[in-house]
C-alpha cells in the first residue's frame, strides 16, 4: 500500500508533463542530427502541453555527456523556437547527466528561482564529435573516451568494469542472459499494448524505439561471445545498445501544478484529459560515490543514502515504482541484491537493455517512464525511485511520489 501522503507545501516541485523521442540506434535514423537538435524536438513537442508557456519559462537545463562543449541547453531552447530572453545550462554528470538536470530544476524550484523548467537530457553518440589532447610539441593525441578517475585508481571502460561487478559478486552469465531476455519481453510487450504512446515524440520519420528485439531467445543470447574480458560474462546480448535520444520534463511548483490543471478542466468542460490533474511530486535525491572499478553498482549506495534521508525503509522501496538504468544486466543485477530487492521489481515496461541507452538522456528518461507508468493508473501516493549509475563510480537517486494535484 502507498504510504500516508502529507500534503507539501505549495512551493513543492511537480513534474507535470514528459517527452522523449523514440531511442534510436547510434549511426541510424538520428544520424544527421546533433544533440541539440534532438533535444530541441523534444522541447518543442513538451511546449504544447497545456499551460506551458514560452515567456514563463524560467531556464532550461539539458544533460549531456559527449558533445562538442558550449552549451546545448541554450542552443536546444533556440533551436526549438523558445523566446530568447530563455537562457539554458548544459549539465555533465555523464550517464547521469539528465536525471542531474531534472534534480536541479526541481531543487531551483524549491529554492523559489523560478515556477517552471524545462529539464531533461540529450545524447548523440552519431555525431559526438573526435576528442583529441594538444601535447607540449602542438601534436593532437585523439581519445576515445575522458578520463573518469586516476588510473593509478582504476579508470575501467564500462564494459570492463561491469564484468569486475559480475566477478566481484557473483553475477553469472545465466542470470545476466535471462534478465536482458526479460527486459525485452517487457520493452516488446509493452510497445504492442501502447504504454510508450503518450510518452514519445515521433521524430526523424522514427515513431518507435528501435532497440527491442522480441524474437531474442535464451538459446540466441547463449551464442554471445564474451565482449569485454576474454572469457567473461559480458556480452553484447546482455549489454545496451549504444543509442541517440533525448527527453525532457516539465518542472513547476504544485500551486502552479493546481492552477494549469483547474484551467485545464474548466477549458475540456469537466474533463481532465491525459492526467492532467496529477503529478510527480520530487521528494529528494542523493548522489554517492563509489569505487570507479565497481562502478555499476554505485546507484545502490546512493539509493541507501536517499533512503536514510527520507526515512524509506527496504520494504517500502519494494512497493515503489522503481526505474534503473540498465546499462549492463550485471550491474542491474548487483545492485538488486545489494539493495535487497527482487531485479523484477525494476523497469515494468522494459529498460536499457532493450530501449538503449543515449548517455546523457537516459536519466531522463527514467523519469518520464515513472511519470508514464504512473498514469496508467498508480494509486495516490505511490513511491517513484529513479535510479542511476555513471562513469567513475558515481550514483545518482531520485526519490518522487504521485499525487492527486
Sequence with gaps: MPRAFASPP???PVIIAAKRLPTAKAGGPYKNYRAHQLAAAAIADIMREPGIAGESIADVIIGNATGGGGNVARLAALTAGLPEQIPGLTVDRQCGSG???IVLACRLVQAGAGELYLAGGAESISTAPARAYRGPDGELEFFERAQFAPYETGDPDAGEAAENVATYYGISRARQDSYALQSHARATAAARNGHFTQELTPF??????????GHLTPELLARFPAAFVPGGTVTAGNSCPYSDGAAVVAVTTLARARTLASQVEAAKGGVVPGGSAVGLVFRDSAVTGN???LLGVAAAHSTRDLMARTGMTTGEL??????????FAAQVLATADLLELDPNLFNHDGGALALGHPYGASGAVLVTRLLARARRGAEPGTDAMAMISMAGGIGISAHFQWMQL
Design 10 to 12: 505549495e512551493t513543492t
Design 204 to 213: 526523424a520519420g522514427v515513431e518507435a524505439d528501435q532497440g527491442p528485439r
Design 291 to 293: 569505487d570507479p572499478n
Design 318 to 327: 519494494r512497493n515503489s515504482m522503481l526505474e534503473y538504468n540498465e546499462a
Design 99 to 101: 536525471l542531474e538536470a
